[in-house]
């Protein structure tokens, strides 16, 4: 049976449609995707997150034991900074994408993928270099709420004593959220929209989550799917593990080589790999977004064509419900990844076109 | 979530009335609800023939795609062209402004197995 995240009765309540995502029983939509994701974009929409997972990595040796687990660098990030990295294998593909949370010198908290909760705590513990490094799983301690749109910092900040305009994007600070105590207020998300992700107490998210829906409803909050979720990072153009990134998909495909960082002392874990598939040119596929020229919607797993031939695959697709057209995200062969470039796409025997763009389809604008 | 009365039943979600000699065909309260927000119909050009249980039309929300066959062989001789547009016709009038494609059947086959509305409802656990 699937696990359920703190706010499981909440989403029941509010009528949301259930499904497993990454082994929890999520909120896939409360009514309307589309409704959903444009209160995100247009005013301020509460996530449960819950699912993600946590893994705490503590002691003397937790900054080296980190530089070497994941690929970017983690020594130069200040208390309180944020920082997006990736878990690579040794065969030059990646376990997980995740952002490392810098607690203090040797407190650090890593957000992984849910789908990948158990994969990378165990990828974390075979892996630890260091004996005075503890890694623990802390995925069930912390429930996790993310409050994304422009409307975001008017209610998080009504309902906290901390001074939001302190917390730089991708940082991070403790603090109380409506009287909770032992949150982390991060100004992290996963829309392409301002806002923030609130590490909270497992058992304080339902008092969380029901002050911030009360705080929030003068700005029309709503809650928020992963349906939306999805689309939202798809405008954005962000990549989902499962989708964009996986086992055997390289950073250079996956264009991350900016969040690899070979140079660092001792390199990372699994460096050699993807700098060895570099050198071999094995890898002619890199990954694309483009805009779809007609109404009908290209999805995860549709084939990708150029003049007839077989160039690639769609990872990502749906209709974007801010620009009212269809978007993707595909790896294609080097070359055919520069904007502009017309592409084909094989709906069931019959071919869309496309056109490559660069850059995040919605762009983000300031809050 | 109610169903019809007046309406028969594929095992598809598909609902499907007849108008004189021609079937109606739509998707279900059920169908659209578990589709999500609809964006876009793919629908059959008039004059098209179909065999008993081909791909006649396409619905697409954000978060899927779903084929709609035809439970009849025969020839479209209509299609709604308002959901060019107002494709939510299919979420908000599933049963009458949501309806998608007319078919003349070429024969009565495939009618047998439509469900009436009680049997439908008890495979949709209504």
Not at chain 1, 35 to 56: K, N, P, T, Y
Not at chain 1, 109 to 116: D, E, F, I, K
Not at chain 1, 196 to 221: R, T, Y
Request: aromatic residues 8%; glycine residues 10%; proline residues 5%.
């Amino acid at each position: 049976m699937a696990k359920r995240t703190p706010l499981f009765d909440r989403h029941v309540a509010a009528g949301a449609r259930i499904v497993e995502f990454g082994g929890f029983d999520m909120p896939v939509w409360y009514s309307s995707l589309v409704d959903e994701h444009r209160c995100v974009r247009q005013a301020v929409g509460l996530f449960d997150v819950s699912h993600m997972g946590e893994i705490r990595v503590r002691g003397p040796g937790a900054l080296a034991a980190l530089e070497w687990l994941v690929s970017n660098t983690v020594t130069d990030m200040a208390h309180g900074q944020a920082r997006y990295a990736l878990l690579c294998n040794d065969r030059g593909g990646v376990v997980d994408d995740l952002i490392v949370y810098r607690v203090s010198d040797d407190d650090f908290l890593v957000c992984v993928n849910a789908s990948n909760r158990e994969k990378d705590f165990a990828w974390f513990t075979a892996n630890n270099p260091r004996t005075d490094a503890t890694i623990t799983d802390e995925g069930d301690l912390w429930g996790q709420i993310a409050i994304q749109g422009p409307a975001s910092e008017l209610v998080l900040a009504s309902l906290t004593p901390s001074d939001l305009g302190t917390i730089a994007y991708y940082h991070h600070a403790p603090g109380t959220v409506a009287g909770i105590p032992g949150c982390i207020i991060a100004r992290t998300g996963y829309t392409g929209s301002p806002g923030f992700e609130v590490f909270v107490p497992a058992d304080q998210a339902s008092a969380l989550w029901d002050a911030l829906m009360k705080a929030g409803e003068p700005h029309g909050i709503k809650p928020i799917g992963l349906g939306a979720r999805d689309t939202l990072r798809m405008e954005a153009r962000m990549p989902l593990y499962g989708h964009e990134l996986s086992d055997d998909i390289s950073p250079t495909m996956a264009k991350l080589t900016r969040v690899c960082k070979f140079e660092k002392p001792g390199s990372f874990l699994g460096a050699a790999a993807i700098l060895a598939r570099k050198e071999a040119g094995t890898d002619t596929k890199v990954l694309a977004g483009a805009l779809i020229d007609g109404k009908r919607v290209v999805r995860d797993g549709t084939r990708v064509l150029k003049d007839g031939v077989d160039v690639g695959w769609v990872t990502s697709g749906t209709r974007s419900p801010i620009l009212e057209k269809g978007i993707c995200m595909l790896y294609v062969e080097a070359g055919l990844d520069a904007p502009g470039t017309v592409l084909q796409f094989d709906l069931r025997g019959s071919l869309e076109t496309g056109t490559v763009v660069s850059g995040a389809f919605v762009k983000k604008s300031a809050a | 979530m109610s169903v019809p009365t007046t309406l028969r039943y594929t095992a598809h979600d598909e609902w499907v009335r007849q108008e004189g000699d021609l079937l109606v065909i739509g998707i279900t309260h059920f169908a659209q609800d578990a589709l999500g927000d609809i964006v876009h119909v793919e629908l059959p050009e008039v004059g098209d023939t179909f065999a008993a249980g081909a791909a006649v039309a396409e619905v697409e929300s954000t978060k899927a795609t779903a084929e709609i066959y035809t439970p009849v062989s025969g020839e479209i001789v209509e299609i709604n062209e308002a959901l060019d547009g107002s494709e939510e016709l299919v979420n908000t009038d599933p049963y009458a402004g949501g309806w998608m494609f007319k078919i003349r059947p070429s024969d009565s086959a495939g009618l047998d197995s439509l469900m009436d509305p009680a049997a439908y409802a008890t495979k949709i656990g209504a």
